[in-house]
């Protein structure tokens, strides 16, 4: 399985951009790069994914590496809202089939008020 | 959005009872659903791959017959936890995926179960 590295833990202060870098050095060609967030006693939630090109939505940004082993989740303005643990997840599709989403052990996200 | 609904989001039973933990797909259908296990400060773990009328596919050191699974429709998943005991207290979060707004080939989990076995 293609793994991911992330720094433990990161803190920002409030109404500021952050950024949260993510290694996947043996990402392969059809890997998608999936990031979410878990909240404290709450199951993960869907921020962003990307294959190849940059991808902006309402929640955040991401910007893939142009070797695709490394990405990075900017937040353009962190709250304390986004206090939580994000994962950057390889959506990994073996090939008997099943599709599955392996979390690694994320980063921990403070926000400083 | 696409919403998956768990419950109950938290249980506690004695010691030697199942438990039963449901994962329904509110919106959108999920032919595939998965359930994970989470303890206390620790990364999600996946269980096992829940396919509608299909066995499930469990992971590696993950015991079927203790964790039964059950995915007899496409918009509801049971994870039945049989003859509990304390070391299996943890959160439970299950996961399907939703070809729709999430973007292709997204994932939406649902709220999650905190079973406590006593």
């Not at chain 1, 590496?65 to 809202?81: F, N, P, V, W, Y």
């Not at chain 2, 039963?20 to 791959?49: G, H, N």
Request: net charge neutral.
């Amino acid at each position: 399985d293609a793994k991911t590295t992330q720094p433990n833990s990161m803190e920002s202060n409030e109404e500021e951009p952050v950024h949260l870098p993510c290694n996947h050095s043996t990402i392969s060609g059809t890997d998608y790069i999936h990031w979410y967030r878990q909240l404290p006693s709450q199951g993960p939630e869907y921020v962003i994914h990307g294959l190849t090109s940059n991808v902006n939505n309402r929640m955040a940004s991401l910007a893939i590496a142009e070797d695709r082993k490394s990405s990075t989740l900017i937040l353009h303005r962190a709250t304390l809202r986004d206090a939580a643990v994000y994962y950057c997840i390889l959506r990994d599709v073996p090939n008997f089939g099943n599709e599955k989403l392996t979390f690694g052990t994320g980063t921990r996200l403070t926000i400083i008020p | 959005g696409a919403v998956v609904s768990q419950h109950p989001s938290w249980v506690i039973c004695k010691s030697g009872t199942s438990v039963k933990i449901e994962c329904r797909s509110l919106d959108f259908q999920a032919t595939t659903m998965f359930w994970y296990r989470q303890f206390p400060k620790q990364s999600l773990m996946l269980m096992a791959t829940s396919n509608e009328g299909s066995k499930a596919t469990y992971e590696q050191g993950v015991e079927k017959d203790k964790f039964l699974i059950n995915h007899a429709s496409l918009t509801l998943s049971t994870l039945t936890v049989t003859s509990a005991h304390p070391e299996d207290s943890s959160f439970y979060i299950c996961s399907a995926r939703d070809l729709g707004l999430a973007g292709r080939y997204g994932y939406t989990f649902g709220s999650g179960t905190r079973l406590t076995v006593v």
